[in-house]
Antibody, heavy 119, light 109 residues
Framework: QVQLQESGPGLVKPSGTLSLTCAVS?????????WSWIRQPPGKGLEWIGE???????NYNPSLKSRVTISVDKSKNQFSLKLSSVTAADTAVYYC????????????WGQGTLVTVSS | SYVLTQPPSVSVAPGQTARITCGGN??????VHWYQQKPGQAPVLVVY???DRPSGIPERFSGSNSGNTATLTISRVEAGDEADYYC????????????FGGGTKLTVL
């Protein structure tokens, strides 16, 4: 079955850019799915960041849209997240997840990776 | 934006039934999905499209949705069910379209 694995730096300086990658295994990123990023600040709830289709179509959370870029690399079967101009408020566990269609449920999720914004 | 309201906590004794609610304006017209998150772990889908269960999820987990309230019901609660539970919907008129509830901590007494 499909499995997802996030990777990237665990520490980012304020005003810098957070960059994460989600590797997809057990299935093709070019299948009819959308691929999403969701984050969870320590001790808080879940916040949807955005999603991408293998064609490159994207949807973003309006509150983050000016700072977020999600891209797909079909040759490596992975997709990526870039969040610019980060502050301490962007400190969170970042999850990647699959959804069968835009706006549906998320299954499966990656294990998550903690990104701390600090100098 | 669309708001989903969950109780912060629910407590239940082992073997009893836990009901976790998710309130939203006319939520009965939307598809509701539920996730279980244990400490230090990623969320796991336990109910989708109001009342369907993914493979591998026990029949003890069920869902319903009507009016302004969706409910996740866990029958014969076990110690291993202690976790945070989140509801989620997609709302075409909301910004963002994907909305999560604030989460409910289920404590097994």
């Amino acid at each position: 079955q499909v499995q997802l694995q996030e990777s990237g730096p665990g520490l980012v300086k304020p005003s810098g850019t957070l960059s994460l990658t989600c590797a997809v295994s057990g299935g093709s990123i070019s299948s009819s799915n959308w691929w999403s990023w969701i984050r969870q600040p320590p001790g808080k709830g879940l916040e949807w960041i955005g999603e991408i289709y293998h064609s490159g179509s994207t949807n973003y959370n309006p509150s983050l849209k000016s700072r977020v870029t999600i891209s797909v690399d079909k040759s490596k079967n992975q997709f990526s997240l870039k969040l610019s101009s980060v502050t301490a408020a962007d400190t969170a566990v970042y999850y990647c997840a699959r959804t069968l269609r835009s706006g549906s449920y998320y299954n499966p999720w990656g294990q998550g990776t903690l990104v701390t914004v600090s100098s | 934006s669309y708001v989903l309201t969950q109780p912060p906590s629910v407590s239940v004794a082992p073997g009893q039934t836990a009901r976790i609610t998710c309130g939203g304006n006319n939520i009965g017209s939307k598809s509701v999905h539920w996730y279980q998150q244990k400490p230090g772990q990623a969320p796991v889908l336990v109910v989708y499209d109001d009342s369907d269960r993914p493979s591998g999820i026990p029949e003890r987990f069920s869902g319903s949705n009507s009016g302004n309230t969706a409910t996740l019901t866990i029958s014969r609660v076990e110690a291993g069910d202690e976790a945070d539970y989140y509801c989620q919907v997609w709302d075409s008129s909301s910004d963002p379209n994907v909305v999560f509830g604030g989460g409910t901590k289920l404590t097994v007494l």
